[in-house]
């Protein structure tokens, strides 16, 4: 999720008085935990239990990092104080990877930063990241992402293939500013951590453009690949599952490119404590997922997520 405290252009108003502080909460930069519109693979929420998950990791990510950061800037003036982000998503999108059937569904958001760090931009779709080394613009650290699942109850024509169960992945990010807060190039890599899910690769090219001191719009293309177990886990049809179904036909799925698309955010600072998303990704599914029967019988080579978020930010700290 783009979310404005980190997109908004930084304004002249750091003077180190309260009055200034506060009101630049919604346009401050910061480090982030950023948990926002999911990528391709599926990493939507529908239950009570994904969206305590996702709170979960977010707090385990702050309790982690920010005593670690606090603590090396502890002997430095002015980095006692951290803006601290909330909010929620809703997004409508298909079921599933690869269904052609749409629904509603909620993501949380959390974030933090430190006040006067370094202003630094994000798309709607960047993963759960912490950045732990900057070269000069290259940036690389950890990644942590959610993916959706699926079941009969999504679509009655899955019966008889076996479900895809939610789950959490874990990896690196590496990202590249070829030009300063305005061209960004990012890959992420990341392996599930149970049921053999598999591992995701998502590589895309981001342009930010301010449109005022309130308002920043990104816009950028986006590549995903999946390896065999991944590609296998949701788009295969094995021969027994062939035989369960209702007509669809075994398929071998092979790891490789499985989707192309484009992502485009809207970042607006409604007031120095809220901020509002919008943002659209669209994604066409190729090789291997593009000739599951799962996406040609039942579902579509077209996936668009749409999502609108709120944002509260506040500071904390002495």
Excluded: C
């Excluded at 931009?121 to 900057?134: K, Q, T, V």
């Excluded at 992502?263 to 600072?269: D, K, L, N, R, S």
């Amino acid at each position: 999720m783009i979310e404005a405290d980190r997109t908004a252009p930084l304004r002249q108003r750091q003077n180190g008085s309260p009055e200034g502080r506060i009101h630049d909460l919604a346009h401050q930069p910061r480090r982030r935990v950023n948990a926002g519109a999911k990528s391709a693979d599926g990493g939507k929420f529908r239950s009570r239990r994904r969206w305590s998950a996702a709170f979960l990791l977010a707090a385990i990510a702050f309790a982690g990092l920010a005593p670690s950061s606090l603590a090396q800037e502890a002997t430095k003036p002015g980095t006692d104080r951290w803006i601290v982000t909330v909010g929620g998503a809703t997004e409508y999108g298909p079921t599933y990877e690869g269904s052609k059937h749409y629904s509603f569904s909620g993501l949380p958001s959390f974030d933090f930063r430190r006040l006067g760090d370094q202003q630094e931009f994000g798309a709607p779709d960047d993963n759960i990241d912490y950045s732990l080394l900057d070269f000069g613009g290259l940036e690389i650290g950890p990644v942590v992402g959610l993916r959706g699942g699926r079941s009969t109850s999504d679509d009655w024509r899955l019966q008889g293939l076996k479900g895809v169960q939610w789950n959490i992945d874990a990896g690196g990010f590496a990202q590249y500013w070829a030009s300063a807060d305005q061209l960004r190039v990012r890959a992420e890599a990341r392996q599930a951590l149970w049921g053999g899910d598999g591992l995701v690769v998502d590589v895309g090219t981001d342009w930010f453009q301010p449109l005022t001191d309130d308002v920043v719009l990104s816009a950028g293309p986006r590549l995903s690949f999946g390896n065999a177990p991944y590609m296998r886990n949701n788009f295969g049809v094995s021969k027994s599952e062939a035989a369960a179904s209702r007509g669809l036909k075994a398929f071998d799925a092979q790891g490789g490119v499985k989707s192309v698309g484009f992502t485009v955010g809207v970042a607006i600072a409604v007031s120095p404590q809220w901020s509002i998303d919008i943002y659209n990704r669209y994604d066409r599914l190729v090789g291997s997922a593009s000739s599951s029967p799962v996406v040609t019988d039942i579902g579509s080579k077209n996936q668009n997520i749409i999502g609108l978020s709120l944002n509260r930010s506040f500071e904390i700290g002495r």
